[in-house]
């Protein structure tokens, strides 16, 4: 019966934080088609352009399919075939000689995006082998959120869409094209259907800014103004939940004090969102209950993000729609094997006083270690030196601020191993590049550890290429080979079933199930109070001072002050087609978006001699870009959206893909960093633009590499 399509149920992952449930059609060992299922818990149906493109990765032409040694000079692109048990034996001998000579900690495991287990499994390694740095790009990616959260409420506030919402605040977060945080845009469209009130804040009229009851175009890297004007509305006008304000935060009094010169005629200048709008949409959220705030990177992609995420908490709660259904809710996790007992953390008790970035004074609960602040120990040996670097599912050559400085650090690495599907920017400057099974092609849990309340199954679908290991896998066996092997598992696949055992559920009961979810609990602090020092929501922090910062949010000017040189204002948004720096190398992908594209603002064109279509130059004081003019009324005059996380995999790898040609990071820095969470600043910095002159052109490039 080889000819008949055999159909099978598993979560789509490895395109973003993942989440549709996928019906998925196989035939002779190959994916012949995929469909979103309308059943499915988060999607109801729905499938973006990634899900559909997601299984031409496997089958791609150039994927990665051997363990590939360095020959010649770092990134020259010549490379050895060998065995996975040399590959293994190989990196376990490097990293064990660095620990030898330095301590375990100049040794670095770093992740991208945390794509499933592996993030996890990656912290287990680090503490099993007793590194205390662990590199995650979570400065610019949730930490600040979640982690203000800790402090502010002593949870991580998430908006729930599975229950009515009377109003969403969407902030900052556009989920018709990144699904952020696996909130799959189906949930809130639902919502809006069912006659949930849309107030959206954004630089962009997005999709949804125009289902939006008020859009506020506010201009980049001004959210925390926003937040407090807000504030100052709802405060001022005794909109705010009286009885839970008096019974459960602590510091209103101050907050009152402090917001009175936050009004939204001051504000405006600084944001450029009219008081008016300001207002309305202030008492819109306070006079809807349950009201939820979606928010997404920009709070965090800025050197204030600490206090934009606090103002904002400071709303949820002052509005009494903290933990309560269709507000910001604290999930109850189902029940299975805890992350802290997962990771071991017990075997490192050093960690926070050993952790890199404990040396630069970040905020307590930060545990694993800014980009910055790890490329500055490589590079300059503060506080120590870093020496070797293991690094999955990631690709900081594009993703990390400052490309020209990681690409420094990654050069100056003694060992640098990547576990990769394909050759990127990053892989190409390794001594040792291991082929990774991907999505699909291994039992795999998704949204552990998201907070969100719930795991989805990932049920293997079809065979790896014969050498490529999943990562769970190749961290097990570097694992057994560098720790004692008491921490580690016979096999991979005993990861999951040692997570999953705590709920009674084998992986093959839990894949049938589809997905686990925690039970409903709302209003828990009724029970236990708020987990912070006071056992209220702290909108002024009790423990400020030994915290080292302001009591209460506050907002300290533009993330970086005007430039008469660079007048324009440069932020970013995520292409619905691509994940970060990922997959520009599928075609069908590729076809729908072939080259970066800026947009600006039709009026400032013409003022450059710009035209649509045109190459233009973006340039900062840190430097400067290709890429295509897209002419659009979306954005304001003033602001320039550049396209991110792009290079070439059609160049020549010697080229390293052309990573500086067109990629955001070049444009960015990491002088200026965020204190509490080591986040550079991403959005709202300063620009300006032209027309390409004789420098070397996009349209040179022929999109061919089969
Ligand atoms: N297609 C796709 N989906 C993704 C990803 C991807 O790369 N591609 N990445 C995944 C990851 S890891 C994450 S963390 C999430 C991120 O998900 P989001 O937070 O939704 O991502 P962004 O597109 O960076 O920003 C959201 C919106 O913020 C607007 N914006 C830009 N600057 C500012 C500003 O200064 N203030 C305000 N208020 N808004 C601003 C943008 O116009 C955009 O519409 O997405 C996930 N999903
Ligand atoms: N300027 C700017 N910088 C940003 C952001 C921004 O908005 N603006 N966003 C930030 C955010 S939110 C994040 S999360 C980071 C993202 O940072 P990264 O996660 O580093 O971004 P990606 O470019 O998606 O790199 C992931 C790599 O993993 C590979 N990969 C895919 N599947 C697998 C697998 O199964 N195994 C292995 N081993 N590899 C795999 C892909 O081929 C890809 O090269 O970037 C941050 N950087
Ligand atoms: S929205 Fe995300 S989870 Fe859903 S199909 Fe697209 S990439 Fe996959
Ligand atoms: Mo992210």
Redesign the pocket.
């Given at each position: 019966m080889s000819d008949q399509i055999r159909w099978i149920k598993t979560h789509c992952a490895?395109m973003d934080h993942g989440g549709c449930t996928l019906n998925v059609g196989v035939k002779d060992g190959r994916i012949e088609t995929i469909k979103g299922d309308s059943d499915g818990y988060l999607n109801k149906g729905y499938i973006c352009p990634k899900g559909l493109a997601s299984a031409d990765k496997l089958t791609h032409p150039l994927r990665l399919k051997h363990p590939l040694k360095r020959k010649g000079r770092r990134g020259e692109g010549q490379w050895q075939e060998i065995s996975w048990g040399d590959a293994i034996a190989l990196v376990s001998e490097k990293l064990q000689d660095v620990k030898d000579r330095l301590g375990a900690r100049a040794v670095a495991f770093c992740q991208?995006?945390p794509?499933g287990l592996?993030h996890f499994v990656l912290i287990r390694l680090a503490n099993t082998f007793g590194s205390p740095n662990v590199v995650v790009?979570q400065d610019?990616?949730h930490a600040p959120r979640e982690i203000s959260g800790l402090h502010t409420c002593g949870f991580y506030p998430v908006a729930d869409f599975h229950h009515k919402n009377e109003l969403v605040l969407l902030w900052g977060s556009n989920p018709t094209s990144t699904n952020e945080e696996g909130q799959i845009c189906s949930l809130l469209l639902e919502q809006i259907k069912k006659g949930a009130q849309l107030i959206v804040v954004d630089p962009r009229r997005t999709e949804l800014a125009q289902k939006a009851k008020y859009w506020l175009q506010i201009r980049p890297g001004t959210d925390g103004a926003l937040a407090l004007a807000f504030l100052n509305v709802i405060i001022t006008e005794e909109l705010f939940d009286g009885n839970f304000v008096n019974k459960w935060t602590h510091g209103f009094g101050d907050l009152t004090a402090h917001v009175r010169s936050f009004t939204p005629e001051k504000m405006a200048q600084i944001t450029w969102v009219p008081a008016g709008l300001i207002r309305k949409s202030a008492r819109a959220y306070a006079r809807s209950q349950p009201a939820a705030i979606a928010w997404g990177?920009p709070i965090e992609?800025n050197i204030q993000s600490f206090d934009t995420a606090r103002a904002l908490i400071c709303l949820m709660a002052i509005c009494a729609n903290l933990d309560v259904p269709g507000g910001n809710i604290q999930a109850n996790e189902p029940n299975i094997l805890s992350l802290g007992k997962f990771v071991r953390a017990d075997l490192l008790p050093s960690k926070r006083t050993e952790m890199i970035h404990a040396y630069h004074d970040t905020i307590p609960k930060l545990m694993t270690v800014p980009p910055a602040l790890f490329r500055k120990a490589v590079l300059e040996g503060i506080p120590y030196p870093v020496k070797a670097a293991y690094v999955?599912?990631?690709?900081?050559m594009?993703?990390?601020?400052d490309s020209r400085q990681t690409h420094a650090a990654l050069m100056k690495l003694d060992f640098l191993a990547v576990?990769?599907?394909?050759m990127?920017p990053t892989a190409a400057l390794a001594d040792i590049v291991l082929p990774?099974a991907?999505?699909f092609e291994f039992n795999d849990i998704g949204h552990y550890g998201l907070g969100h309340g719930y795991i989805l199954a990932r049920p293997k679908i079809v065979d790896a290429p014969e050498e490529c290991w999943p990562?769970i896998k190749i961290l097990n066996e570097l694992g057994k080979s560098l720790c004692p092997a008491a921490h580690w598992y016979e096999d991979y696949n005993d990861i999951l079933e040692t997570l999953l055992a705590p709920s009674g559920l084998d992986f093959g009961q839990f894949a049938e199930q589809g997905y686990l979810k925690g039970s409903d609990q709302f209003k828990k602090y009724n029970v236990s109070g708020f987990k912070t020092p006071s056992g209220k929501v702290e909108l002024s922090l009790s423990r400020a001072a030994k915290l080292k910062v302001s009591p209460l949010p506050d907002f300290n000017g533009y993330p970086v002050p005007e430039d008469p040189e660079y007048p324009l204002v440069l932020t970013?948004a995520?292409s619905r087609y691509y994940?970060?720096?990922?997959y520009r190398w599928l075609e069908k992908l590729r076809k729908k978006l072939p080259h970066p594209q800026a947009l600006i603002h039709p009026e400032t064109a013409a003022d450059c001699g710009i035209q649509n279509n045109d190459e233009i130059i973006i340039e900062t004081p840190h430097g400067r870009i290709i890429q295509v003019a897209h002419l659009t009324e979306a954005v304001a005059p003033r602001v320039i959206y550049a396209a991110?996380?792009w290079w070439f995999p059609e160049e020549k790898p010697e080229a390293l893909y052309k990573w500086d040609r067109s990629n955001?990071?070049i444009l960015?820095a990491t002088d200026n960093l965020g204190r509490e969470f080591g986040t550079p600043n991403?959005k709202g910095i300063n620009c300006r633009i032209r027309k390409v002159r004789g420098e070397d052109k996009l349209s040179n490039n022929s999109i061919s590499w089969r």
């Open positions: 490895r991208g995006m794509k592996e790009v610019v990616c990177n992609q999955q599912c990631a690709n900081p594009l993703a990390y601020a576990s990769e599907i394909f990127t990774a991907t999505h990562d970013s995520k994940l970060h720096s990922s991110y996380g955001f990071n960015t991403l």
